[in-house]
């Protein structure tokens, strides 16, 4: 029998309680495959004004291209430990930092591989539907053929790509709108 | 693989309006540029299942978390979650939050001048079952005062998260109840589509009631279907 979706709602101002102790800042521990990396991610309105009251998701493939999840049957390792899922909320700077392994590449469907990337969810008061995005690493040779990135403006692919700050942690700015404004995917 | 693992759900018959302007916050919080059309790959068609996810007992019962009983009308909220056709999504993780039942949230950030139970933190998690079905014991949340617009009041609700089986079909939404005459003012659950209003509302449910000491609501939760898969050679 055929039922229609639920609607989406704002996550609003309050969450917390259950999100709260289900909170996940580092994804990757000891012992866990690849390259540690540090995640910034700053949230801003369309205004420019940061949000503070933001909850950010990540998911990601682990450092040999595989996810954790029945769906990927790859014949690639599996890394005790690393299920490639973070979950933080905007400080008062409008930043959630997570700690995690840079990611490998995975497939496109019909050939090719996509360039390494982080899969990024977005709530927050006044953002009604789920915003999803995603980070690539500047610098990477692969950019340049991502079949994902190469379906967004030139112009506008800049807003996908964190840069590496002098600590070495990636950056990445994300805008709900204005000049700057995010790309985000319908997926 | 099939490029269309999951059917999108059509433009302006589920899902609020990114900027819905009666909602005031969304004017400078949402993209004016349409979203980018993804084929689904696996970083779509996977996603947290988190079925490491170790839930304590009890944790569906919001009436049992601190030392005493919260103050207010003690509920049943169930239901399931399916997919669009109807097949449950088993062993989900279903996350719920909500006020107490003056109204006011156990959030620093709230400052509704009514008063905090001690009794009550707002929180819980349920996993569903393999058919899908989950179970919470909560409390009747209040109606709260919000500064959207003069006299705004936001109708009670649960506001609810599901993961669903992949990154495509993460959900967040929020369980109203029936015939709340606040329904009518209320610019959030306003700004999804006339027809999809309804499914937002929880069914009184009088069979599973508990006689002698809760009433009972039942909320279905659906999330998107997956397509009809054609020939899959992974
Ligand atoms: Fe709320």
């Given at each position: 029998?055929?039922?229609?979706?639920?609607?989406?709602?704002?996550?609003?101002?309050?969450?917390?309680g259950t999100?709260?102790?289900?909170?996940?800042?580092?994804?990757?521990?000891?012992?866990?495959?690849?390259?540690?990396?540090?995640i910034?991610?700053?949230?801003?309105?369309?205004d420019?004004?940061?949000v503070?009251?933001?909850?950010?998701?990540?998911?990601?493939?682990?450092?040999h291209?595989?996810?954790n999840?029945?769906?990927?049957?790859?014949?690639?390792?599996l890394?005790?430990?690393?299920e490639?899922?973070?979950?933080?909320?905007?400080?008062t700077?409008?930043?959630a930092?997570f700690g995690?392994?840079?990611?490998?590449?995975v497939?496109?469907?019909?050939?090719?591989?996509?360039a390494?990337h982080?899969?990024?969810?977005?709530?927050?008061?006044?953002?009604?539907?789920?915003?999803?995005?995603r980070?690539?690493?500047?610098?990477?040779p692969?950019?340049?053929?991502?079949?994902?990135?190469?379906?967004?403006?030139?112009?506008?692919?800049?807003?996908?790509?964190?840069?590496?700050?002098?600590?070495?942690?990636?950056?990445?700015p994300?805008?709900?709108?204005g000049?700057?404004?995010?790309v985000?995917?319908?997926c | 693989?099939?490029?269309?693992?999951?059917?999108?759900?059509?433009a302006?018959?589920?899902?609020?309006?990114?900027?819905?302007p009666?909602?005031?916050?969304?004017?400078?919080?949402?993209?004016?540029?349409?979203?980018?059309?993804?084929?689904?790959?696996?970083?779509?068609?996977?996603?947290?299942?988190?079925?490491?996810?170790?839930?304590?007992?009890?944790?569906?019962?919001?009436?049992?978390?601190?030392?005493?009983?919260p103050?207010?009308?003690?509920?049943?909220?169930?239901?399931?979650?399916?997919?669009?056709?109807?097949?449950?999504?088993?062993?989900?993780?279903?996350?719920?939050?909500q006020?107490n039942?003056?109204?006011?949230?156990?959030?620093?950030?709230?400052?509704?001048?009514?008063?905090?139970?001690?009794?009550?933190?707002?929180?819980?998690?349920?996993r569903?079952?393999?058919?899908?079905?989950?179970?919470?014991i909560t409390?009747?949340?209040?109606?709260?005062?919000?500064?959207?617009?003069y006299?705004?009041?936001?109708?009670?609700h649960?506001?609810?998260?599901?993961?669903?089986?992949?990154?495509?079909?993460?959900?967040?939404?929020?369980?109203?109840?029936?015939?709340?005459?606040?329904?009518?003012?209320?610019?959030?659950?306003?700004?999804?589509?006339?027809?999809?209003r309804?499914?937002?509302?929880?069914?009184?449910?009088?069979?599973?009631?508990?006689?002698?000491?809760?009433?009972?609501?039942?909320?279905d939760?659906?999330?998107?279907?997956?397509n009809?898969?054609?020939?899959?050679?992974?």
């Open positions: 029998m055929s039922r229609a979706l639920t609607p989406s709602q704002t996550i609003g101002p309050f969450y917390f999100v709260v102790n289900a909170y996940r800042h580092d994804l990757a521990p000891a012992g866990v495959a690849g390259e540690r990396i540090e910034a991610l700053t949230l801003h309105d369309a420019g004004a940061i503070p009251d933001g909850l950010l998701e990540i998911w990601q493939a682990n450092s291209g595989r996810y999840h029945p769906e990927d049957r790859r014949n690639l390792p890394d005790a430990g690393f490639g899922y973070g979950r933080a909320s905007t400080d700077r409008g930043c930092r995690t392994v840079k990611p490998g590449r497939p496109w469907p019909g050939g090719g591989l996509q390494a982080v899969n990024v969810s977005v709530f927050a008061r006044g953002v009604l539907n789920r915003l999803a995005t980070l690539y690493f500047d610098g990477d692969a950019l340049a053929e991502d079949p994902a990135l190469n379906l967004v403006e030139p112009e506008r692919r800049a807003t996908l790509i964190a840069k590496r700050d002098a600590t070495g942690v990636w950056r990445l994300l805008y709900l709108g000049p700057n404004e995010t985000f995917f319908d | 693989m099939n490029e269309e693992t999951y059917r999108r759900p059509a302006g018959q589920h899902h609020p309006a990114n900027r819905s009666d909602y005031k916050s969304t004017v400078s919080r949402s993209p004016s540029k349409p979203a980018i059309v993804l084929p689904h790959t696996l970083s779509e068609i996977t996603g947290p299942l988190l079925r490491a996810e170790r839930l304590d007992a009890g944790e569906n019962d919001l009436t049992r978390r601190r030392m005493g009983e103050l207010g009308e003690r509920i049943v909220v169930h239901g399931r979650v399916l997919d669009e056709d109807g097949k449950p999504v088993p062993e989900a993780l279903v996350e719920i939050w006020c039942a003056a109204g006011r949230y156990h959030h620093p950030g709230d400052q509704h001048d009514a008063p905090l139970d001690p009794n009550f933190y707002g929180g819980g998690r349920a569903a079952g393999t058919d899908g079905t989950y179970r919470f409390i009747k949340p209040g109606a709260y005062p919000w500064k959207n617009h006299n705004a009041w936001r109708p009670a649960i506001h609810f998260s599901l993961f669903g089986p992949a990154f495509a079909t993460r959900l967040i939404t929020q369980m109203y109840f029936p015939q709340d005459p606040l329904l009518a003012f209320d610019p959030i659950y306003n700004s999804v589509p006339e027809g999809a309804p499914r937002l509302q929880a069914a009184f449910d009088m069979d599973a009631t508990q006689p002698e000491w809760a009433l009972a609501y039942r909320f939760i659906v999330l998107r279907g997956r009809a898969t054609p020939m899959e050679n992974t």
